[in-house]
Antibody
Framework: QVELVESGGGVVQPGKSLTLSCAAS????????MHWVRQAPGQGLAWVAV????????YYADSVKGRFTVSRDNSKKTLFLQMNSLRTDDTAIYYC???????????????WGRGTLVTVSP | SYVLDQPPSVSVAPGETASIICGGN??????VHWYQHRPGQAPLLVMY???DRPSGIPDRFSGSKSGNTATLTISRVEAGDEADYYC???????????FGTGTKVTVL
């Protein structure tokens, strides 16, 4: 079954850290760039980060650059998002998404997970 | 930063046609992709490269582009089409993926 399953969400205080995971199954994970996309309460989708298939390139949204780090373990078919210095405006459902291609820029998302909720609250 | 504008909402009766527009600078030179997002579910790609439909997406869904506006059209609307719809492009100037502001389609 081709799917992406996110985990690791929860409630965390501002300034703290949290790591999200995304487990892939049913397809050649190592051949695709992978993304994180989030949706804050009452808001639309917002792209967060992308990592190329070979980890050589990654890009970040301005709002998370310097605080979040995207990584992957192709042998375990897992994508990660390390989130540091969390802020209340990072509260959102975080989705992982598969890129149709392996490079980090210029394409689109052809498979999504159901998301994991991160709540940043004092 | 690059912005893609969409109308917040579109209402349509069953069997009628819904048109969702997406506007931004230089859209005419970019590839536009569209996603359907129902609450509590994973988003779903419904159109890529302006007008190409993924397998499994009904031919009631079509895409077009004219000037700086891309349009997703849903013909013969059904109750199951009720969802939020987002356009998306790649902004090569900033190396960022950009989503439109989103349009909520309500089936009356």
């Amino acid at each position: 079954q081709v799917e992406l399953v996110e985990s690791g969400g929860g409630v965390v205080q501002p300034g703290k850290s949290l790591t999200l995971s995304c487990a892939a199954s049913g397809f050649g994970f190592g051949g695709h760039a992978m993304h994180w996309v989030r949706q804050a309460p009452g808001q639309g989708l917002a792209w967060v980060a992308v990592i190329s298939y070979d980890t050589r390139k990654n890009y970040y949204a301005d709002s998370v650059k310097g605080r979040f780090t995207v990584s992957r373990d192709n042998s375990k078919k897992t994508l990660f998002l390390q989130m540091n210095s969390l802020r209340t405006d990072d509260t959102a459902i975080y989705y992982c998404a598969r890129d149709v291609q392996g490079s980090a820029g210029g394409w689109y998302f052809d498979l999504w997970g159901r998301g994991t909720l991160v709540t940043v609250s004092p | 930063s690059y912005v893609l504008d969409q109308p917040p909402s579109v209402s349509v009766a069953p069997g009628e046609t819904a048109s969702i527009i997406c506007g931004g600078n230089n859209v005419e030179t970019q590839s536009v992709h569209w996603y359907q997002h129902r609450p509590g579910q994973a988003p779903l790609l419904v159109m890529y490269y302006d007008r190409d439909r993924p397998s499994g997406i009904p031919d009631r869904f079509s895409g077009s582009k004219s000037g700086n506006t891309a349009t997703l059209t849903i013909s013969r609307v059904e109750a199951g089409d009720e969802a939020d719809y987002y356009c998306q492009v790649w902004d090569s100037n900033s190396d960022h993926y950009v989503f439109g502001t989103g349009t909520k389609v309500t089936v009356l």
